[in-house]
């Protein structure tokens, strides 16, 4: 499953396995650039980081620190 999937107006950003969510750097209304982290998982000791696939605007994040996704889980939304 990609990791993003983008429509017109906006980027569902997802989860690439199935981990703990250590932390949240961005929120709701925060500008971002392509690249910076939005959130941080956790597995196996690991860190994952997911981050925006493009400029824009997190229009919704679905995730809170030690909440648990799967693969294929929308962590946040991005608009351009």
Known sequence: ???WVRSAAMTWVRAEITANV???RTSVG???ADGDE???LESMKMEIPVTAPHDGTV???HVA???KVTEG???AVVEP
């Open 1 to 3: 499953m990609p990791l």
């Open 22 to 24: 250590w932390q949240v």
């Open 30 to 32: 925060a500008r971002v």
């Open 38 to 40: 939005l959130v941080i």
């Open 59 to 61: 229009t919704e994040l």
């Open 65 to 67: 620190p030690e909440d």
């Open 73 to 75: 889980d929308v962590v």
